[in-house]
C-alpha cells in the first residue's frame, strides 16, 4: 500500500460512450469504485443555452421513477416492520438490473402498494368499526348497571322535578331525558367541570372507567376511556349537554330507555363483534402473508432501485452530443487503475452488444487533483482521525502512516497502567473477532458505532498501555515484584507485601550504602511504590521522558516538512522556513547541576541562532514570492502580446452580446468571462485561451506553475484592484497561516509536553486513593480488634462477614476503575493523543488544503441506507460552478 505513504497519482480522463453502452459502462465502473465524476454538462449548457438549469437534465425523468420505486419500497419495509416480520437479509449484492427492467419493476411495486393500501384501508375501516361496536356494548351494559340501581332506590321516578316549586307553585310531572356515551379518561375532569358549570347543577352524571383499554384504529396506540351517562329534563339542556360531549370530543351513542330493548341490543352488538373479529383475524392473515412474502425480496429490490437511481444521477453529469449521439464525460482515475477502467469498459460494451468501444482518453489539466488514499480495515480509523483534521493536500505525505504508531504509543504513555490496559485490550479484542457479526447485526447506536469503527485503535491503544504499564511498573496503581530491588533499606533486600502501613522509606539512589548501583532491569524499581519520595521521583522522571518524546515526535513532524518541501521543489521553504523553525523547536534549561561539560555554553548558543532565526523565518519569503509573481506576471503579458501580434488577422473571434456570459475552454477547465463591452473577442490556439481584448482593463494572473508546452492563462475581466493591495492581502495571509501558528506552536509546547506525564501522574494518584481507601473496618466481638483497618486483599473468609464485605467492596472498585480509570481518563488520555498530533505533529508538515476523492461506487448503497440520500442529490448551479 504505497499510496498510504502519499496519495495515489490521479489522471483526469474524458470518456465517450455511446448511448447504447453508456448504462452498463457506469453500472461496471459503480462495482468498481474507482471513478470520480465531474460534472461537465453544466459547462456546455452554459454556452449553448444559459437558461437550462439543472432540472432539465436528460435523465431526471428517470431518477423521479427510480425515487417512486424506492418510496413504494420504503413503504412495504414500513409496513414490514409495523408487524415485526423480519426482512430477509443475506448478504447478497445482486448486479444493477438494466432499464428495460425498470417497467416489470414499477408493476410490481405498484400492484404490492395498491394491494396492500387495499388491505390497511379495509383493516383501519373493520377496526373502527369494532371499536364503535366495543364502545357500544359498553355503554349498554354500564347503563343497564345505572338504571338498575335507580330503580332499586324506593323514592326513584324518572317522571319526578329535579327542580323543587318555588313560591309554592306547584309543577306537573316532566319526563326527564339522558344521553350516554364514551369519553377520554384524561377529558373526564374537564367535561364534568363544564357540565357542572354550563348546567348549574341540574344535571345528573354517572360514569364508569372501562377496564381494558381501547386500541385507536388510525395509531394503534392503547387508549383508556370513561363511560358517562347524563340525566337532565328539557330541550334547552339537551342542546347544551351535546355542545359539551362535541367540545370535549366524547361519542354519543343510542341507548334505549328499558331494559329489554337494551338486552337485545347488546346481545346484536355481541354477534356482530363476533362476526367482526373473524373477518380481521382474515384480514390481517392476508396482510401477513402478502407482507412475508414481499420481504423476501425486499432488500434485493431496495439495493437494485439504488443502484439504477445512482447510475441515472451520474449519467446526468455526462454531456449528450447530439451529432454522435455520445455521452462524454470527464473522470478522475487513479494512474495505477487504468487498464483495469479500461478493461471493465470493455466488458460492460460487450454485454450491451455494441460495435463502437467505449473511448478513454487523459487530459493534461492544471486542476487540483482529489487526495485518495487506500484502505483497509486497520488504517481506516487512523486515517479517519487524520481526516477530521484536514484533507491532505495532493500528492502530500500522509500523517496516517505513522499514526498508526505514534498515537497509541503516546496514548500509552499518558495512561500506562497494565491492568486498565489488559480492560480495553480485552474489549477491543473482542470487537476485533465478532466484527463480522456485529457489521451483519446493523446496530443502530451511534456511540457504539463510533468506537466500533475505531477498534484496531482501541485495541492498540490497550496494547501499548500495557507495554508502558510494564515500564512504570503499575498494575491498578500496585507494583510487580519480579526481579527485586536494587535497594537495601536495613534489613529489606527484596520488596515484599508490606501488611504493616506504618512501614515506610526515604529512598536516596545517592547514597551507596541504600543503592547497589545497578538499573532495575526493566521499568522502575517496586520499592519506589512504598517510599515518601515516591512523587517527587516519578514527577522527575516521566517528566524527562515526556520532554524527550514530545520534542521527538515534533522533530519527526519537521523532517517530514523536509521530505515535503524537497517532493514539491520549494526550495524557498527549505531555507526560509524549515531550517528557522528546525533551530526553534529546542527547549534549553539553562539551571545547575548541568548533566555535560559545555552545556552551558551550548545551551546559549542555541538560544541565540533561535532568536537570529526569527527575522529570518519572518521577513525573506514574502518579498520574494512578491518578487518572484512581478516577474512572472511580466513575462506573460509580454508573451501574450507577442502572440497576438504574431497571429494578426487570421486569428479566431467570437462575440457576445450585452450581459451574457461566455465560456472560455482551457485545458481541463472552464473560464466564465462576464461579457460588458458590445464586441470582446477571444484569441484561442490549440484550445489554449490566451487573452480577451476589450475595451476595458485586462489583467493576467496565473492559475498555477507552467507545464511543458504550456503558456495557459486564466483571464479576468475589469479587475480594478491595486498590485500593492493584492501583495499586501498575500503577505498577511502569509503571516497568519504560516508564521502565527509557528509561535503559537512554540508556546503551546511546552503544555503539550507537560500533558503527557501530569495525565498519567493525575490517573496514579486518582487510581492509588481508590485502592487505598477500599478498605473496610471490621468489628469482630469475639477478638479484641478495635476497628483496625485492613486491606482489602488481606480479608479472611472465616472472618465474621468477611466474605460478603469482599463481593461488595469490589463491586464498588470495578465500577470505579471501569467507568472512571477507564472510560473517563481513557477518553480524556485519548483527546490530549488527538491534540498532540493534530496541533503539534500535523500542523509541522500538512497544509491539508486538498478534497476527497470521492468516487462512483455501489458499496455505500449496500452497506449505507443514506449512501444514496448522500451520493444522487441535485447540485444547484452554484455549486456546480464553485
Not at 112 to 131: D, I, R, Y
Amino acid at each position: 500500500m504505497a499510496s498510504i505513504f502519499r496519495s495515489e497519482k490521479m489522471a483526469l480522463c474524458q470518456l465517450y460512450l455511446s448511448s447504447e453502452t453508456a448504462y452498463n459502462c457506469v453500472s461496471e465502473l459503480g462495482e468498481i469504485g474507482l471513478v470520480q465524476f465531474r460534472d461537465v454538462s453544466l459547462k456546455f449548457r452554459i454556452m449553448l443555452n444559459p437558461d437550462v438549469n439543472s432540472f432539465q437534465k436528460k435523465f431526471v425523468h428517470e431518477i423521479r421513477r427510480c425515487e417512486e420505486m424506492e418510496r413504494k419500497l420504503n413503504y412495504l419495509e414500513t409496513e414490514a416492520g409495523k408487524d415485526d416480520i423480519e426482512i430477509v437479509d443475506q448478504g447478497d449484492n445482486p448486479e444493477a438490473p438494466q432499464p428495460k427492467e425498470m417497467i416489470d419493476f414499477e408493476a410490481t411495486f405498484e400492484k404490492l402498494e395498491l394491494e396492500l393500501s387495499e388491505v390497511n384501508s379495509n383493516a383501519e375501516s373493520l377496526k373502527k368499526n369494532f371499536l364503535e361496536l366495543t364502545e357500544l356494548k359498553h355503554v349498554l351494559e354500564a347503563s343497564e348497571v345505572f338504571f338498575a340501581e335507580r330503580e332499586t332506590e324506593p323514592s326513584s321516578n324518572l317522571d319526578e322535578n329535579l327542580l323543587s316549586a318555588e313560591d309554592g307553585v306547584t309543577q306537573g310531572p316532566v319526563q326527564l331525558e339522558f344521553v350516554a356515551g364514551v369519553i377520554e379518561r384524561s377529558r373526564m375532569p374537564v367535561f364534568e367541570r363544564m357540565l357542572w358549570r354550563v348546567c348549574r347543577g341540574n344535571a345528573f352524571l354517572r360514569q364508569q372507567e372501562i377496564s381494558t383499554p381501547l386500541k385507536d384504529p388510525h395509531t394503534g396506540h392503547d387508549i383508556n376511556k370513561v363511560v358517562f351517562l347524563v340525566v337532565f329534563q328539557g330541550e334547552h339542556f339537551k342542546i347544551k349537554v351535546k355542545r359539551i360531549c362535541e367540545g370535549c370530543r366524547a361519542t354519543l351513542y343510542p341507548c334505549p330507555e328499558t331494559s329489554a330493548e337494551r338486552k337485545e341490543m347488546i346481545d346484536g352488538v355481541k354477534t356482530r363483534l363476533e362476526d367482526l373479529n373473524t373477518v380481521l383475524s382474515q384480514t390481517n392473515d392476508h396482510r401477513n402473508r402478502l407482507l412475508t412474502a414481499a420481504a423476501k425480496h425486499l432488500r434485493v429490490w431496495i439495493i437494485k432501485v439504488r443502484k439504477m437511481k445512482g447510475i441515472y444521477f451520474t449519467l446526468n453529469q455526462f454531456n449528450y452530443d447530439v451529432t454522435s449521439n455520445c455521452l462524454i464525460a470527464e473522470v478522475w482515475i487513479p494512474e495505477t487503475d487504468i487498464g483495469r477502467i479500461k478493461t471493465a469498459l470493455c466488458k460492460a460494451a460487450e454485454l450491451s452488444g455494441s460495435t463502437m468501444e467505449p473511448i478513454l482518453n487523459r487530459m493534461e489539466t492544471r486542476t487540483k487533483p482529489p487526495t485518495f488514499h487506500r484502505r483497509n480495515r486497520f488504517t481506516n480509523g487512523f486515517q479517519n482521525l487524520i481526516d477530521a483534521y484536514a484533507i491532505c493536500t495532493y500528492r502530500e505525505i500522509n500523517p496516517g502512516l505513522y499514526t498508526t504508531t505514534t498515537f497509541p504509543f503516546l496514548f500509552g504513555v499518558m495512561f500506562g497502567d497494565c491492568g486498565h490496559g489488559i480492560i480495553m485490550a480485552l474489549f477491543a479484542l473482542y470487537l476485533v473477532i465478532k466484527e463480522k457479526a456485529i457489521i451483519a447485526a446493523k446496530y443502530k447506536a451511534e456511540m457504539f458505532n463510533m468506537i466500533f469503527a475505531g477498534r484496531y485503535i482501541v485495541l492498540l491503544m490497550g496494547c501499548f498501555s500495557i507495554y508502558t504499564g510494564f515500564i512504570y511498573n503499575d498494575i491498578y496503581s500496585k507494583s510487580f515484584n519480579i526481579f527485586g530491588s536494587r535497594f537495601h533499606v536495613g534489613n529489606v533486600s527484596k520488596t515484599a507485601v508490606l501488611c504493616d502501613n506504618k512501614t515506610e522509606f526515604m529512598l536516596n539512589p545517592a547514597d551507596p550504602a541504600e543503592y547497589e548501583g545497578e538499573p532495575y532491569p526493566m521499568g522502575m524499581d517496586p520499592i519506589w511504590q512504598i517510599s515518601l519520595n515516591k512523587i517527587t521521583f516519578q514527577n522527575s522522571y516521566k517528566m524527562k521522558i515526556s520532554v524527550i518524546i514530545g520534542i521527538i515526535h515534533m522533530m519527526f513532524g519537521l523532517v517530514l516538512s523536509l521530505l515535503n518541501y524537497i517532493h514539491f521543489k520549494k526550495t524557498i521553504d527549505i531555507l526560509f522556513q524549515f531550517i528557522p523553525q528546525a533551530f526553534t523547536e529546542y527547549d534549553c534549561d539553562c539551571e545547575d547541576p548541568y548533566m555535560y561539560p559545555s552545556q552551558y555554553n551550548l545551551q546559549l548558543a542555541l538560544v541565540v541562532i533561535s532568536i537570529v532565526m526569527i527575522p529570518i523565518l519572518l521577513l525573506p519569503k514574502p518579498f520574494i514570492l512578491k518578487q518572484q509573481n512581478k516577474n512572472k506576471m511580466r513575462m506573460k503579458s509580454l508573451e501574450s502580446h507577442a502572440y497576438e501580434q504574431d497571429i494578426g488577422e487570421e486569428s479566431d473571434h467570437e462575440t457576445s452580446s450585452h450581459g451574457k456570459t461566455k465560456a472560455v475552454d482551457g485545458e481541463g477547465e472552464t473560464v466564465l468571462i462576464s461579457v460588458q463591452q458590445e464586441s470582446d473577442h477571444e484569441t484561442s490556439r490549440n484550445g489554449k485561451t490566451k487573452a480577451v481584448e476589450g475595451k476595458g482593463e485586462t489583467v493576467l494572473i496565473p492559475v498555477q506553475e507552467e507545464e511543458e508546452g504550456g503558456g495557459g492563462i486564466r483571464v479576468f475581466r475589469n479587475i480594478h484592484t491595486s498590485n500593492n493591495s493584492y501583495y499586501r492581502i498575500r503577505i498577511r495571509l502569509y503571516f497568519s497561516y504560516s508564521i502565527l501558528p509557528t509561535f503559537m506552536g512554540i508556546v503551546s509546547r511546552p503544555r503539550s509536553i507537560v500533558r503527557c506525564f501530569v495525565d498519567d501522574d493525575f490517573k496514579k494518584r486518582f487510581s492509588s486513593v481508590i485502592s487505598k481507601y477500599n478498605t473496610l473496618c471490621i468489628k469482630v466481638k469475639t477478638k479484641t480488634i478495635h476497628c483496625k483497618k485492613i486491606p482489602i486483599s488481606l480479608l479472611q473468609p472465616y472472618m465474621a462477614g468477611g466474605t460478603i464485605f469482599v463481593y461488595i467492596a469490589f463491586a464498588i472498585w470495578s465500577f470505579l476503575t471501569i467507568a472512571i480509570l477507564v472510560i473517563m481518563e481513557g477518553l480524556s488520555a485519548f483527546l490530549h493523543t488527538l491534540r498532540l498530533h493534530w496541533v503539534e505533529f500535523c500542523s509541522k508538515f500538512m497544509y491539508g488544503e486538498g478534497y476527497a476523492f470521492e468516487p462512483f461506487s455501489f458499496k455505500h448503497f449496500v452497506e449505507d441506507e443514506e449512501g444514496v440520500t448522500r451520493s444522487c442529490r441535485f447540485i444547484s448551479n452554484k455549486e456546480i460552478i464553485h
